[in-house]
T-cell receptor, first 114, second 114 residues
Framework: ETGVTQTPRHLVMGMTNKKSLKCEQH?????MYWYKQSAKKPLELMFV???????ENNSVPSRFSPECPNSSHLFLHLHTLQPEDSALYLC?????????????FGPGTRLLVL | AQSVTQLDSQVPVFEEAPVELRCNYS??????LFWYVQYPNQGLQLLLK??????LVESINGFEAEFNKSQTSFHLRKPSVHISDTAEYFC????????????FGKGTSLLVTP
């Protein structure tokens, strides 16, 4: 399997649930990203990891908790979410954080919070 | 900081007609520019990018974009579109000499009809 994969592709959860989104990249990259894509809004960068170390938390609420156990895997743990958190969550990876590095995106997890 | 404005939220066009998707950016530093495409139910795919050199860049499927520094634009064009080009197109910018964060526009929905 190649590229960036994300599971699950769709997720429905209640506001009291705890769930996790998984991202895996098969490109040998060292940097991984979480983005939030809401309808009619620009993609919002949430978190960045470089060589498993978090380098950016873009003022994301603590109900979103990222985890990067190794350079190939990235998780987003969700708990006590709000309906406005419903969106498409995209994972991306790049070789590293050099300025010319192209980011490669996964298909996303479409999340609905009831 | 950088920002991107995609002037058209939707562009309907007939098959085999030419199309231009507009992108303007704002930045106080030199930038790299990107166009990504998102087909239905898929993640973002890099379509083309401008890093340096020739201001006209091309993709393998017939799209091209021209970097115009004086007009701070990076419009995407195709002389003859196909039904399969129906997708959401995102323009993105990042600083050329520092940082790694991509700033995306809100996207333009291209709808190609017979």
């Amino acid at each position: 399997e190649t590229g960036v994969t994300q599971t699950p592709r769709h997720l429905v959860m209640g506001m009291t649930n705890k769930k996790s989104l998984k991202c895996e990249q098969h490109l040998g990259h060292n940097a991984m990203y979480w983005y939030k894509q809401s309808a009619k809004k620009p993609l919002e960068l949430m978190f960045v990891y470089n060589f498993k170390e978090q380098t950016e938390n873009n003022s994301v609420p603590s109900r979103f908790s990222p985890e990067c156990p190794n350079s190939s895997h990235l998780f987003l743990h969700l708990h006590t979410l709000q309906p406005e958190d419903s969106a498409l969550y995209l994972c991306a990876s790049s070789q590293d954080l050099r300025t010319q590095g192209t980011q490669y995106f996964g298909p996303g997890t479409r999340l609905l919070v009831l | 900081a950088q920002s991107v404005t995609q002037l058209d939220s939707q562009v309907p066009v007939f098959e085999e007609a030419p199309v231009e998707l507009r992108c303007n950016y704002s930045s106080s530093v030199s930038v790299y520019l990107f166009w990504y495409v998102q087909y239905p139910n898929q993640g973002l795919q890099l379509l083309l990018k401008y890093l340096s050199g020739s201001t006209l860049v091309e993709s393998i499927n017939g799209f091209e974009a021209e970097f115009n520094k004086s007009q701070t634009s990076f419009h995407l064009r195709k002389p003859s579109v196909h039904i399969s080009d129906t997708a959401e197109y995102f323009c993105a910018v990042r600083p050329a000499n520092s940082g790694y964060a991509l700033n995306f526009g809100k996207g333009t929905s291209l709808l190609v009809t017979p």
